[in-house]
């Protein structure tokens, strides 16, 4: 059971670079999330997903694109990455509705150039 | 809408003093909260959480937290700091519903002075 995996740890691009962030649970967890996290403003959430083909938006959306094509994987797409979009970024999952703890992967330290 | 507010930045307490960290919520529905701890360069690791059970939530490593709705306060306590207690604290909150969609404060960085 090795939990929620995130790849690459580290990445550097430049202005007007895509990548995606690869996200991947083993818990057959219904939701996952991702957030970023910046200094001083905590972890805000970016997009969400209740389930597999269905995807919404969080607070900070916009740059970024997700989808959901099975349960286990949730990957994050930058499309034209910005100096902006540098961020520390972690994705979650929890069984839906639960009132137990979100599990955080182990993050993408993302630089933008 | 629901928020949470993190009183304090960066606080620093001595090895074996009281630990106090401050959160404040809002939520126009019952809350859940929680406090999640961050040590350098790792992902988030949950502390405790208040679920509308016990006011008082006891979590890992000797935490405890109080609810009080009439303060709208869910602040982090521990009788005695330790070293190992050194990193950065979130407070974070979610609707009725569960902890699907959390929000988070801005954190707290603890330090703690041999």
């Known amino acids: 059971n090795a939990g929620v995996t995130q790849t690459p740890k580290f990445q550097v691009l430049k202005t007007g670079q895509s990548m995606t962030l690869q996200c991947a649970q083993d818990?057959?967890?219904?939701?996952m999330s991702w957030y970023r996290q910046d200094p001083g403003m905590g972890l805000r959430l970016i997009h969400y997903s209740v389930g597999a083909g269905i995807t919404d938006q969080g607070e900070v959306p916009n740059g970024y694109n997700v989808s959901r094509s099975t349960t286990e994987d949730f990957p994050l797409r930058l499309l034209s990455a910005a100096p902006s979009q540098t961020s520390v970024y972690f994705c979650?999952?929890?069984?839906?509705?639960?009132?137990?703890?979100?599990?955080f992967g182990p993050g993408t330290r993302l630089t933008v150039l | 809408a629901q928020s949470v507010t993190q009183l304090g930045s960066h606080v620093s307490v001595s090895e074996g003093a009281l630990v106090l960290l401050r959160c404040n919520y809002s939520s126009s529905v019952p809350p859940y909260l929680f406090w999640y701890v961050q040590y350098p360069n790792q992902g988030l690791q949950l502390l405790l959480k208040?679920?509308?059970?016990?006011?008082l939530v006891k979590g890992i490593n000797g935490f405890e937290a109080e609810f009080k709705k009439s303060e709208t306060s869910f602040h982090l306590t521990k009788p005695s700091a330790h070293m190992s207690d050194a990193a950065e604290y979130f407070c974070?909150?979610?609707?009725?519903?569960?902890?699907?969609?959390?929000?988070f404060g801005t954190g707290t960085r603890l330090t703690i002075i041999p």
């Open positions: 979650a999952s929890t069984p839906a509705g639960s009132t137990d703890t979100q599990y």
């Open positions: 208040y679920t509308s059970a016990a006011t």
């Open positions: 974070a909150v979610s609707d009725l519903h569960g902890n699907e969609k959390l929000t």
């Open positions: 818990m057959n967890h219904e939701y």
